[in-house]
């Protein structure tokens, strides 16, 4: 056996195409599949069933992949600790980002990271949470950077900022009554609540927040729309639809775009944690450890505060 087998098969099980795990190996499709079909036949079984399209694993290919995926999760742990004893600073991190979180974190991270590491190749890897956090598990991310995530045993989450939950509307949408008298940035959560409401779909944490805002009220919220996207619910209350509940960093990135107001939730700010998740028991070397100082860094310099 040899290393290279493990990663041919888990990029054509990925793929669920010979031709595609070939174009993305950069090696032709008969030479990858005449390797696939070599290493059956050492191994004495059928790994993929090529009567379907995509291709499928067999049992025996679901076994095979199993202990592939740990094995080159410990080749992964060995390069990060001969690179700490040695200081040759080279290698790759890879780091998962939901679809709008990755537009406001990687330029910041990115800069400083690279500036310190340049030998480090930085694999970026984006998609809805519960599909990154798998892709932790199987070993094909190092890291998932998420918020309010439930907790799990086989993976460590580290706080690495704290974002509020801020409340956007049109301009002039929100009347006195909605507002607390003292504090013209505050709304009257109450009152606020019983306006229409445009929020994510279930299944994603801000949701979950936003259902136990409303759980909390002893209210049940009237959803006007429900949407994919924070930027979509920020632009849809900015037209006066509705109000929507979004974190800070969307304030940021729709900065000069059809703005709306934003307010607080309540006088004491309502935050949720956003955490840099690894997996349990995986070397943490230096490279590791300075990213996770640097995205502290940064969140906290870069802050958008109302």
Known sequence: MELR???????????????????????????????????????GVRLFD????????????????????????QMDDMDREM????????????????????????????????????????????????RLVQQLRNGDVDFVMLPAWTRDKDIVQVEVSQEELV???????????????????????????????????????LRSCVEVLYQNAGLKPDIFMESHSNMLSYRLAAQGLGVAIVPEITL????????AEAFHLAKIPVTWEVQALYREGCYMGEVEQALLEITREVLETHRKRL
């Open 167 to 205: 409340l956007v509307a049109g301009k002039g949408y929100l009347k006195k009554e909605h507002l607390l008298e003292e504090e013209g940035k505050v709304v009257n959560w109450r009152q606020v609540a019983r306006l229409p409401l445009i929020t994510l779909y279930k299944g994603h944490a």
């Open 252 to 259: 940021e990135l729709m900065k000069g775009s059809m703005e």
């Open 83 to 130: 690179r700490d004893i040695t200081h040759h600073l080279r290698g790759r991190i890879r780091i998962g980002f939901p679809s709008e979180r990755i537009i406001y974190m990687l330029p910041l991270i990115l800069a400083p990271f690279k500036k310190r590491y340049p030998g480090i190749e930085v694999v970026v890897v984006s998609g809805p949470g519960n």
């Open 5 to 43: 087998q493990f990663t041919y098969v888990s990029k054509v099980a990925e793929c669920g195409s010979i031709t595609k795990a070939a174009a993305a190996l950069f090696i032709s499709q008969p030479a990858l599949s005449n390797y696939i079909g070599k290493v059956e036949e050492e191994l």
């Open 50 to 73: 090529r009567s379907s399209s995509p291709l499928v694993l067999t049992y025996a290919g679901e076994q095979y992949l199993k202990r592939t995926k740990k094995i080159l999760v």
